[in-house]
T-cell receptor, first 112, second 109 residues
């Protein structure tokens, strides 16, 4: 199965700043996804990122706040913009390979 | 919209069995099951497709009732390594996975 490298693994950021999270997949995948997970909670889908097209955002998430890039079939970035303490969470990228979804190890973001 | 799982938490002794249920209010294309250990990423266990096809873990079984929009995960002869939080995931047509509320499973010696 695919291996996803995600970085940074954690960061502490000042409110009002932006953080870009990177995900690299070791094989070409058509679809990549970004999730958010509060500690002890379930995962919430932020958006779907396909190469060559605009990302598709789920209800409650907007491109201005969470811009996504997908320049090729092995890489994607998620930017968390103009951060506030409410953005503190774990962000995970995922790729669909065959029948199952593979996840990166996550980025633990703390906004102070 | 989020699939609802039951129970929310369960504690087992090694060797005991457990059933985790997942229920959706929306029509389902498929149901996934994942296990997440503390501080780690979710790991794919299995997928159940319409029509009865299953793919995934050899030692874990599951059922999918398409009409009732429900799925159950069956863990038999539990091992310590089974501990973690189990999530069902549902796809409603397009390839985007929505996770259930989660079930925390703890297996004790």
């Amino acid at each position: 199965s695919a291996v996803i490298s995600q970085k940074p693994s954690r960061d502490i950021c000042q409110r009002g700043t932006s953080l870009t999270i990177q995900c690299q997949v070791d094989s070409q995948v058509t679809m990549m996804f970004w999730y958010r997970q509060q500690p002890g909670q379930s995962l919430t889908l932020i958006a779907t990122a396909n190469q060559g097209s605009e990302a598709t955002y789920e209800s409650g998430f907007v491109i201005d706040k969470f811009p996504i890039s997908r320049p090729n079939l092995t890489f994607s970035t998620l930017t968390v913009s103009n951060m506030s303490p409410e953005d503190s969470s774990i962000y995970l990228c995922s790729a669909l390979e065959g029948y199952g979804y593979t996840f990166g190890s996550g980025t633990r973001l703390t906004v102070v | 919209q989020q699939p609802v799982q039951s129970p929310q938490a369960v504690i087992l002794r090694e060797g005991e069995d457990a059933v985790i249920n997942c229920s959706s209010s929306k029509a389902l294309y498929s149901v996934h099951w994942y296990r997440q250990k503390h501080g780690e990423a979710p790991v794919f266990l299995m997928i159940l497709l319409k029509g009865g096809e299953q793919k995934g873990h050899e030692k874990i079984s599951a059922s999918f009732n398409e009409k009732k929009q429900q799925s159950s995960l069956y863990l038999t002869a539990s091992q310590l390594s089974y501990s973690g939080t189990y999530f069902c995931g549902t796809e409603r047509g397009a390839n985007n996975l929505f996770f259930g509320t989660g079930t925390r499973l703890t297996v004790i010696p």
